[in-house]
């Protein structure tokens, strides 16, 4: 039950971790973007990256056959992931490094 509880929160930690470090650098490197876009991509990166380890070993385990049917299922936890724990890291992130950015709308131009 402990070592449970103990997994799940490595789980969270490493998925917020990754998504804080993808809307850094990702906010630096696109400054022009939307914050929810950028956010949405740091967030699915860092819901895909804990479930790449079991993709490859559905497919490695799948065989001649199609592992689409179980590959399914992990699609669909990874983007739980992404959009539980990732995204709210990630927008927070972007939205407070965009508070501090200088506008660059001229404000004569609107006087």
């Known amino acids: 039950m402990v070592s449970g509880l103990i997994g799940l929160l490595v789980l ?3 998925v917020a971790g990754i ?12 400054s022009n973007r939307s914050t929810i876009g950028k956010s949405l991509v740091a967030a699915v990166i860092a819901g895909a990256i804990p479930m790449l ?15 689409t ?6 699609i669909v ?3 739980i992931l992404a959009l539980v724990i990732g995204f709210p890291f ?7 490094r965009s508070r501090g950015r200088v506008s660059k709308i001229d404000p004569e131009v609107f006087e």
């Open 12 to 14: 969270v930690g490493f």
């Open 19 to 30: 998504a804080l470090l993808l809307a850094f650098v990702i906010d630096l490197l696109f």
């Open 53 to 67: 380890p079991a993709y490859w070993t559905v497919v490695a385990l799948s065989g001649p056959t199609d592992p």
């Open 69 to 74: 049917v179980a590959l399914f299922p992990l």
């Open 77 to 79: 936890g990874a983007l």
């Open 90 to 96: 990630a927008f927070f992130l972007i939205r407070r």
